[in-house]
């Protein structure tokens, strides 16, 4: 396992950042910036995403399907409960309009290139992706989106980051890490969405 991040590693975490930091202080501009911002971390990482194996067993996309799909169940369900519990309410209500801030179809394009370039950057390899257990890939992962402020995405981000990072060391592949991670946010960011606050505006309507 290599001693610290490489130069790549360092600016795509730095776009992160800022995209995140920006996303918070405009959260009208959360689509674009944000898919801008995963886009160029993926780019960053391109070189070795070249050299991963993109190979997929049925078996391992079939999982790939349900884990998503039961992630956002798990955080559908954890939502529910956040919205009852101050400041987690204000958390959630952030999050839905700065979701709510473009129409269901643009989000359910832009969340393409954001999942793949997101990928692409935490697990196609290197320091990120090599923490020594999944946990530490996972949380390194969670981590990274603390400059949202909101605590939501963080606790959001750990089950994601573990069973995708699980699944990339499993199966060796990265195609079912993207494809669980494509169906959880098309899902979650999409439709059918997060859980509405009571007497909050449809956040997810179209």
């Known amino acids: 396992m290599r001693s610290g991040p490489s130069g790549r590693e360092l600016f795509g975490l730095l776009v992160l950042a800022s995209a995140e930091r920006l996303s918070r202080r405009r ?3 959360f689509w674009p910036v944000m898919t801008l911002g995963l886009t160029v ?3 960053s990482a391109a070189p070795r995403a070249r050299s ?3 190979h997929g067993g049925l078996r391992w996309l079939a999982a790939a399907l349900g884990l998503g799909a039961g992630l956002h169940l798990g955080v559908r369900a954890g939502a529910e409960v956040a919205g009852r519990i101050s400041p987690l309410a204000g958390s959630l209500e952030w999050l839905q309009g700065a979701v709510g801030s473009s129409p269901t ?13 997101e990928e692409l950057f935490w697990r196609s390899g290197g320091w990120i992706a090599e923490a020594g257990t999944v946990w530490g890939s996972a949380v390194r992962y969670a981590a990274a989106q603390l400059p949202t402020q909101n605590p939501l995405l963080v606790m959001g981000a750990l089950p994601l980051g573990l069973a995708t990072t699980w699944i990339r060391r499993r199966s060796g592949s990265l195609l079912p890490v993207v494809i669980c991670h ?4 098309e899902m ?5 969405g997060l859980p509405l606050l009571s007497g909050s505006p449809r956040a997810t309507e179209p």
Not at 188 to 192: E, I, N, Q, S, V
């Open 105 to 117: 179809s643009t989000r359910v394009v832009l969340s393409v290139p954001a999942v793949l370039g």
């Open 52 to 54: 991963a194996s993109w």
């Open 188 to 192: 979650t960011l999409a439709w059918p």
């Open 182 to 185: 494509l169906v959880f946010s």
């Open 41 to 43: 971390a993926g780019l």
């Open 27 to 29: 959260p009208q501009r």
